[in-house]
């Protein structure tokens, strides 16, 4: 008996101390979400990559409130449908913030769900006002984005329009995506209330790869120039058979032209191709060490690479200015404050906007968009 009793003691310690031994801390889900697959994968490839870097350069420095990070990655193929599949998916398995997604058409309906998900959302590349102005008016408090907005990036492209081609003939080009059309009439919007008129205000669609009737219609309006609110695939193979038409018209276009795969799909035909983006983040001082690490695993860390780095670094910093993941806590830590990010610093608006952001001018030229300085001016 005397045995037995020792023995259900000293089981009863064991368990004791066992359970007295704290657990060890639980990793913390994040996700990237984008176009992994499809006509826009150079895009989802970005965010990807962007993600990876940050997650792993954090994981390196001790995590996020002393938990170490593990990436999820959806893939939305641009698809609002998918992307609302995508973000259920992501809830489901719990995921404490998302930094995605890369097009505005899947942006706005994940949004929602992320909303009643309590899940933070950081866009790196979607554009269209309606994500955080839509978020704002619904009382939502979870919708960020680390870019600029179409209603500034047209501005500047609009005004720049009617200044240099007063009296000229300019088609504005539109694929009825919610960024894509987005742009176009913010674009045109601008330039009206400069003064300019367009000749031609034209929809194609998604995925189409024969443009020759568009082609022919603009050749038989004199058009000099044609700007187009869409992503690289369709806007590659427009200036390609613009140019084997005989169309010399000057092509003009948004950020979403902002990855080398444009000039592959292009070739020469895309020299002198004008679009508007930020400063090259690849030359923000605060980006060097991360680019050339990005450059030494042979990447380029171009387009939206760095603005999924730099929303994943303020979602992490306000994590720990807050010490909790609670999306009340974190959005209150965001808005109306400063993050030094990759990019510089983002200064924040009570609507989860970048009020600092800026758009610049850039040309295509041998293979390469490069910024010309002072062009929008």
Do not use: R, W
């Given at each position: 008996m005397n045995r037995i009793a020792f023995g259900l003691i000293g089981a009863s310690a064991f368990a004791a101390a066992a359970?007295?031994?704290?657990?060890?801390?639980?990793?913390?889900t994040i996700a990237s979400a984008g176009p992994m697959t499809g006509q826009y994968a150079a895009f989802g490839m970005q965010l990807r990559r962007g993600a990876?870097?940050?997650v792993a350069d954090i994981n390196a420095r001790?995590?996020?409130l002393g938990r170490k990070l593990k990436l999820e990655i959806g893939d939305d193929a641009c698809d609002p449908k998918q992307a609302v599949a995508v973000a259920n998916q992501l809830a489901t398995k719990k995921v404490a913030f998302v930094a995605?997604?890369?097009?505005s058409s899947s942006s706005i309906p994940a949004?929602?769900?992320?909303?009643?998900s309590g899940i933070l959302q950081i866009t790196p590349a979607s554009t269209n006002p309606r994500l955080t102005d839509e978020a704002a008016a619904k009382g939502w408090n979870n919708v960020f984005r680390t870019c600029g907005r179409d209603d500034a990036q047209g501005t500047i492209a609009g005004q720049w329009l009617a200044k240099n081609y007063k009296g000229k003939k300019v088609a504005v080009i539109h694929d009825k995506s919610t960024y894509g059309k987005g742009l176009a009439d913010e674009t045109k919007k601008a330039m009206n209330a400069a003064g300019l008129t367009e000749a031609m205000y034209e929809a194609i669609t998604q995925g189409d790869k024969d443009f020759t009737a568009l082609i022919s219609k603009m050749k038989a309006g004199g058009i000099d120039v044609i700007y187009h609110g869409g992503y690289?695939?369709?806007g590659g193979l427009i200036v390609r058979q613009a140019r084997e038409q005989g169309l010399r018209a000057v092509f003009v276009s948004g950020d979403a032209l902002v990855d080398n795969e444009y000039w592959k799909i292009t070739g020469a035909a895309g020299?002198?191709?004008i679009m508007t983006f930020a400063p090259d983040p690849r030359k923000s001082q605060n980006a060097k060490g991360i680019v050339e690490k990005f450059k030494a695993q042979g990447y380029d860390p171009e387009g939206y690479t760095l603005y999924t780095y730099a929303a994943i670094q303020v979602w992490a910093a306000a994590a720990e200015k807050t010490k909790s993941l609670d999306v009340n806590k974190l959005s209150a830590a965001i808005r109306g404050n400063k993050?030094?990010?990759?990019?510089?610093?983002?200064?924040?608006?009570?609507?989860g906007d970048v009020s600092n952001a800026k758009y610049v001018f850039y040309i295509w030229d041998n293979g390469e968009y490069k910024e010309v300085p002072n062009m929008g001016s």
């Open positions: 359970f007295a031994v704290p657990a060890m801390a639980q990793d913390i990876e870097m940050a001790g995590g996020v995605g997604h890369f097009c949004s929602q769900i992320y909303n009643e690289h695939t369709e020299q002198g191709t993050f030094t990010t990759v990019l510089g610093d983002l200064q924040y608006d009570k609507k």
